[in-house]
């Protein structure tokens, strides 16, 4: 009678899957070894992760294991991870879980090849969690064929800050803003300019040493880029009538170049930024002879340490620190500036590949995963053991906190905590904690100051990700021509001699990317920014 059971049970099965259509020619109805595809038999299942591959073995994955009936055994390359994948590809030698790049040419390819399996049938059938969770974000992770074929990591959108001018507080204070350093305002233009000047005329020398007022980093021009555009509110790409621009035609761009050459001609912007290494840049930073910079929040940490350590003074250690303020350009209110570029669709993409015997299983593991549950624990560790629920909130254990600011890769090697970032979402969980316990939960006095001033910056970038040409294609030459032409002027046009100039240098990078193609890359744009529209509105 138990025989008959399970032949029944796998042919509905069968049926089932036969009849859902679109999608998963690959999902069998029952493992290799005859168990209906709905077992919770034990089962291994071969995980490549680009960023880890450690061992399956600590406390969290020994929870999953106990939920789910699955034991995952991570690979990883020791060398470059594409190339990996693409020896994985090109001999069928497949994991039956792969995470990728999110949009990037591997994905692309094992997509276009067949590598992975669409997962639209098995999101309806098994994938409550994930469809709770994740929302519209399936929608705008689909491919062209309507199919999705991974799941985004690190995803929705999170109101946090990214760039921004980085001045040290001690200094500020000593300029005639204390009022200001604390309370969320921004600065002017001209204020920052003017607290420019002031450190200048107040410390022409420090220790001996020429001080600086501003440096940047010469090795990182995005983070340069970044700051500068945002104060200007200047978007990933500039619309016109519908149409996607180079964002070099927005009016903005050059208003942009030309205060950031402003500021290099009135000695006042490090001369010597543009030579920099990141290494160099960090060290001036550290020196404690520069007031100011223009960075991603997370870059200033080195710098800022050893300045913490120099303190004279215990009790202004904080202070002397560089914090990230917003400023704004002539014209700009404060919740038009664009400081804070994020993708609400992630970074990675889990998928499952066509070698993967056991499709449901799967499924039903990452949507244990997807789960707040499965969030808390991958990201917070083992409740009772790393956690407690007080007063209807997760509160982490003051060990683990410690654990982690002492050692943060021998803590999450231990614990699990943080060590695997599947299906990972932003933001917080339903009792308003965050889902990144150690990212997000306890912040440093300069993270919560960044978040007050610039949080409200932030803004979706996925609607115009990844929209460039085809690789390969004549157009993507054309483009790739067309960013080395405005890469080169950049500088140029930072450290012309005159403001004429600027404007002239301008011109003739413009009729220089003009003749590259640049008109036909924007029709693809386009093109490909009223697909995504238009996918995603289905």
Not at 33 to 62: E, H, M, R, Y
Not at 67 to 82: A, Y
């Amino acid at each position: 009678m138990k025989t008959l059971k399970g032949v029944m049970a796998a042919a509905l099965i069968v049926a089932a899957l036969s009849g859902c259509g679109g999608g998963n020619k690959n999902v069998p109805a029952a493992n290799s070894n005859g168990a209906a595809v709905d077992s919770n038999a034990p089962i291994t299942l071969t995980w490549f992760d680009k960023n880890t591959g450690d061992a399956f073995n600590n406390p969290v994955a020994q929870v999953i294991t106990e939920k789910t009936g699955v034991t995952i055994e991570v690979q990883q390359p020791t060398g470059n991870p594409v190339e990996k994948l693409n020896l994985m590809l090109a001999s069928n030698d497949l994991p039956d879980v792969v995470m990728l790049d999110r949009g990037s040419d591997i994905m692309n390819k094992y997509i276009a090849s067949g590598a992975v399996i669409p997962l639209n049938d098995l999101i309806e059938e098994y994938g409550p969690n994930i469809k709770a969770m994740y929302g519209d974000t399936l929608k705008q992770t689909r491919s062209d064929d309507g199919n999705n074929y991974y799941f985004a990591n690190w995803y929705g959108l999170e109101k946090y800050p990214v760039f921004g001018f980085m001045m040290r507080m001690d200094l500020m204070k000593e300029l005639g803003v204390g009022d200001k350093v604390n309370n969320g305002e921004p600065f002017t233009a001209e204020e920052f300019e003017d607290l420019l000047v002031k450190f200048k005329e107040k410390y022409p020398t420090i220790d001996g040493k020429e001080s600086i007022p501003l440096t940047l980093n010469g090795e990182n021009i995005g983070s340069v880029t970044g700051t500068f555009k945002g104060m200007f509110g200047m978007m990933p790409y500039y619309e016109v009538d519908g149409e996607l621009k180079k964002d070099i035609r927005d009016p903005r761009y050059l208003e942009m170049v030309k205060f950031l050459n402003s500021l290099y001609r009135k000695g006042l912007l490090d001369k010597e930024w543009a030579t920099l290494k990141t290494k160099q840049f960090e060290q001036k930073l550290a020196t404690g002879h520069v007031f100011a910079t223009a960075e991603a929040l997370w870059n200033v940490g080195n710098p800022n340490v050893v300045l913490k350590s120099e303190a004279q003074d215990p009790a202004l250690e904080e202070e002397r620190q560089f914090y990230q303020y917003k400023v704004l350009a002539p014209g700009v209110q404060a919740d038009q500036t664009t400081y804070g570029p994020k993708s609400s669709l992630g970074w990675d993409g889990v998928a499952i590949t066509r070698s993967n015997k056991d499709p449901v299983r799967t499924i039903k593991l990452l949507d244990f995963l997807a789960s707040e549950e499965g969030q808390y624990l991958l990201m917070w560790g083992v409740e009772g053991e790393h956690w407690d629920i007080k007063d209807g909130k997760h509160v982490p254990r003051e060990e683990v906190i410690e654990a982690f600011k002492k050692n943060w890769d021998e803590a999450a090697r231990t614990t699990g905590i943080r060590k695997w970032t599947w299906m990972i979402k932003n933001g917080p969980g339903s009792d308003g904690t965050p889902y990144d316990l150690i990212g997000r939960y306890q912040q440093d006095p300069v993270t919560d100051l960044a978040i007050k001033n610039l949080a409200d910056t932030s803004f979706d970038t996925s609607p115009y990700d990844n929209l460039a040409p085809d690789g390969g294609t004549p157009e993507a030459i054309m483009e790739t021509k067309v960013n080395d032409t405005i890469n080169k002027y950049f500088l140029k046009l930072a450290l012309a001699p005159s403001e004429d100039q600027v404007t002239e240098l301008y011109d003739q990078m413009m009729k220089e990317v003009e003749a590259a193609g640049l008109s036909t890359v924007e029709k693809i744009y386009t093109e490909n920014y009223k697909k995504r529209q238009e996918l995603w509105s289905n």
